[in-house]
């Protein structure tokens, strides 16, 4: 007899079992090979929140400009800032326990809405010498001009802090004191001869 259609093949003949063999093993070594030689991420490779706003490597030279003198090497530091430029400043030599911060701000809206916050967190009162607090200060060398805003109070652990504007310049600047530092009228006499 004679076979008009031809015999199936058996599916596991010797050389198409090879193939497959070949081909497991090819894929074996290359995921082992991926899985030994890949880099692992190490903790120190991760960005950290703070890398995201890099830290100038030293106080803005407009903003150096403008801060009180007597501040000795190395008692101030930039501050990472959106947007603007910052600096801290720990005592200054005229006045020992003290803190301060001085940021420039791009516009007035920013300026007023920072110093918004400065009141919003201060214990306003009325500054020595029965000066109005906020109210405008002036320099004595042009006392028909106010130069910005000046604010008189405490902090909310009560020591004694003054922040001020120069609003030419859209400075927010403010000093604080610590445990045992200046009282209100010490202090309002430091800012009266550095401001």
């Known amino acids: 007899m004679i076979d008009v259609v031809p015999r199936p093949q058996a599916a596991h003949q010797p050389g198409h079992r090879r193939w497959w063999l070949v081909a497991v093993s ?4 290359v995921v082992t090979a991926g899985v030994v030689f890949w880099p692992e991420r190490s ?12 830290v100038p490597a030293r106080i803005d030279p407009r903003l150096a400009s403008l801060m ?17 430029s910052a600096a801290e400043c720990g005592p200054n030599a005229s006045a020992p326990n003290t803190s301060a911060r001085f940021t420039l701000y791009h516009d007035v809206d920013a ?9 919003s967190g201060t214990t306003v009162l009325v500054c020595p010498g029965n000066y109005q607090s906020p109210g405008p200060w002036r320099r004595r060398a042009a006392p028909d001009a ?3 805003t000046l604010v008189c109070g405490t902090s909310p652990q009560g020591h004694a802090r003054i922040g001020w504007t120069v609003d030419s310049e859209l400075l927010l600047a403010s000093i604080e004191s610590s445990p045992g530092g200046p009282t209100l009228p010490q202090l309002y006499d430091w800012w009266s001869e550095h401001s």
């Open 26 to 29: 090819v894929v074996a070594v």
């Open 43 to 54: 903790i120190s490779d991760q960005p950290s929140p703070s890398a995201t706003v890099p």
């Open 68 to 84: 009180p003198a007597d501040y000795p090497a190395g008692a101030c530091t930039p501050v990472p800032a959106d947007n603007r």
């Open 111 to 119: 300026l007023d809405a920072a110093l918004t916050q400065f009141i």
């Open 146 to 148: 106010p130069v910005g």
